[in-house]
C-alpha cells in the first residue's frame, strides 16, 4: 500500500509559535490577573516537557508552592484569555509558518495525499494560525483536525493520533506523523505511525531514536534542511513527498 496520509503536529511544527506567541499570550493573561510571575524564554521552554496550557501552568504553580495557587477553574479563566492573545496575535499576522511547509502542504494536495493535524493546542489556536497563514479557506484542506481536549489524555499519551486515524479511516502503516518534540514523537509511536522530527530550539537535545528522520526544518530550495539524525545523517535535502515515501517505506522493512 501507498503512503496516504500526512498528520501535523502543530505549535513548533507547522510555525514556531512557543516562545514568541504562546509564552506571550500567557504572560499578557498573567498581567490581566495581576499574578505576580512572569514566564520568561529558558523558564517557558523547561514547562514545555507538560503538554497541555492548563497542565503546563498546574505544573508551574506545584512547582512554586510560595506562589498563588490557582484552582482549576482559575487556569481554565486564564487559559481562555491567553487563548485570545494568541488569537490576536495570529489575527495580526506576526507569525509565519516554519520553512518548507506551506510547500510541502501543497506539494500533498498535488499528489493527492490526505492531510490531517494532530495536537494538544486548543481548535481557535489552530484555525487563527491556518488562516493568518495560508488564508481563509485553509482549515478546509485537512481532512480531520484532531485538537485540544478532544482525547481524554494528551500527548505523550497516543490518544490524539488514534482519535485522527479512526477520523481518517486509515491504519497507522498508511500515514506520516511529521512532529518537533520528544512529547509528539512518543505520542505519534504509540500509535504506531512512523514519524519525522522538524526540531526547534526548544526541542533539541530530546531523545528523538525513534524518529525515521531528524531535521533542522522542511527546507526550501534557497536554503535545504540538514538532516540531524537517521540514515542520510549530514545531507542537505529539501524535503518533499518522494523523499518522505522513501522514508517511510524504510518503516515498513521492520
Same mark, same amino acid.
Given at each position: 500500500?501507498?503512503?496516504?496520509?500526512?498528520?501535523?503536529?502543530?505549535?513548533?511544527?507547522?510555525?514556531?509559535?512557543?516562545?514568541?506567541?504562546?509564552?506571550?499570550?500567557?504572560?499578557?493573561?498573567?498581567?490581566?490577573?495581576?499574578?505576580?510571575?512572569?514566564?520568561?524564554?529558558?523558564?517557558?521552554?523547561?514547562? #514545555?516537557?507538560?503538554?497541555? /496550557?492548563? =497542565? $503546563? !501552568?498546574?505544573?508551574?504553580?506545584? *512547582? +512554586?508552592?510560595? &506562589?498563588?495557587?490557582?484552582?482549576?477553574?482559575?487556569?481554565?479563566?486564564?487559559?481562555?484569555?491567553?487563548?485570545?492573545?494568541?488569537?490576536?496575535?495570529?489575527?495580526?499576522?506576526? #507569525?509565519?509558518?516554519?520553512? /518548507?511547509? =506551506? $510547500? !510541502?502542504?501543497?506539494?500533498?494536495? *498535488? +499528489?493527492?495525499? &490526505?492531510?490531517?493535524?494532530?495536537?494538544?493546542?486548543?481548535?481557535?489556536?489552530?484555525?487563527?494560525?491556518?488562516?493568518?497563514?495560508?488564508?481563509?479557506?485553509?482549515?478546509?484542506?485537512?481532512?480531520?483536525?484532531?485538537?485540544?481536549?478532544?482525547?481524554?489524555?494528551?500527548?505523550?499519551?497516543?490518544?490524539?493520533?488514534?482519535?485522527?486515524?479512526?477520523?481518517?479511516?486509515?491504519?497507522?502503516?498508511?500515514?506520516?506523523?511529521?512532529?518537533?518534540?520528544?512529547?509528539?514523537?512518543?505520542?505519534?509511536?504509540?500509535?504506531?505511525?512512523?514519524?519525522?522530527?522538524?526540531?526547534?530550539?526548544?526541542?533539541?537535545?530530546?531523545?528523538?531514536?525513534?524518529?525515521?528522520?531528524?531535521?533542522?526544518?522542511?527546507?526550501?530550495?534557497?536554503?535545504?534542511?540538514?538532516?540531524?539524525?537517521?540514515?542520510?545523517?549530514?545531507?542537505?535535502?529539501?524535503?518533499?513527498?518522494?523523499?518522505?515515501?522513501?522514508?517511510?517505506?524504510?518503516?515498513?522493512?521492520?
Amino acid at each position: 500500500m501507498p503512503l496516504r496520509a500526512l498528520i501535523f503536529d502543530v505549535d513548533g511544527t507547522l510555525a514556531d509559535t512557543e516562545r514568541d506567541a504562546h509564552r506571550v499570550a500567557f504572560n499578557r493573561a498573567f498581567a490581566e490577573m495581576s499574578l505576580p510571575f512572569r514566564w520568561d524564554v529558558p523558564t517557558y521552554g523547561h514547562y #514545555l516537557k507538560v503538554t497541555g /496550557g492548563k =497542565e $503546563r !501552568l498546574r505544573a508551574f504553580l506545584n *512547582d +512554586h508552592p510560595q &506562589l498563588p495557587q490557582l484552582s482549576d477553574a482559575d487556569i481554565a479563566s486564564i487559559h481562555r484569555q491567553k487563548t485570545g492573545h494568541y488569537v490576536e496575535m495570529m489575527n495580526a499576522g506576526l #507569525l509565519p509558518l516554519r520553512p /518548507g511547509v =506551506e $510547500r !510541502l502542504l501543497n506539494a500533498a494536495r *498535488d +499528489h493527492g495525499l &490526505l492531510l490531517a493535524i494532530a495536537t494538544t493546542t486548543t481548535p481557535a489556536n489552530v484555525e487563527s494560525l491556518l488562516k493568518s497563514t495560508l488564508g481563509a479557506e485553509a482549515p478546509q484542506r485537512f481532512h480531520t483536525i484532531g485538537a485540544g481536549d478532544i482525547v481524554p489524555h494528551k500527548k505523550p499519551a497516543p490518544d490524539i493520533y488514534t482519535h485522527v486515524l479512526g477520523q481518517l479511516g486509515l491504519s497507522a502503516a498508511d500515514c506520516l506523523a511529521i512532529e518537533d518534540s520528544a512529547n509528539g514523537l512518543q505520542s505519534a509511536c504509540g500509535a504506531g505511525l512512523a514519524t519525522v522530527i522538524t526540531q526547534t530550539e526548544y526541542t533539541q537535545g530530546q531523545d528523538f531514536s525513534a524518529a525515521l528522520r531528524v531535521l533542522d526544518h522542511l527546507g526550501e530550495k534557497a536554503s535545504p534542511a540538514q538532516v540531524l539524525q537517521g540514515r542520510s545523517a549530514g545531507e542537505r535535502v529539501i524535503v518533499d513527498i518522494p523523499t518522505l515515501r522513501e522514508w517511510w517505506a524504510e518503516s515498513r522493512e521492520h
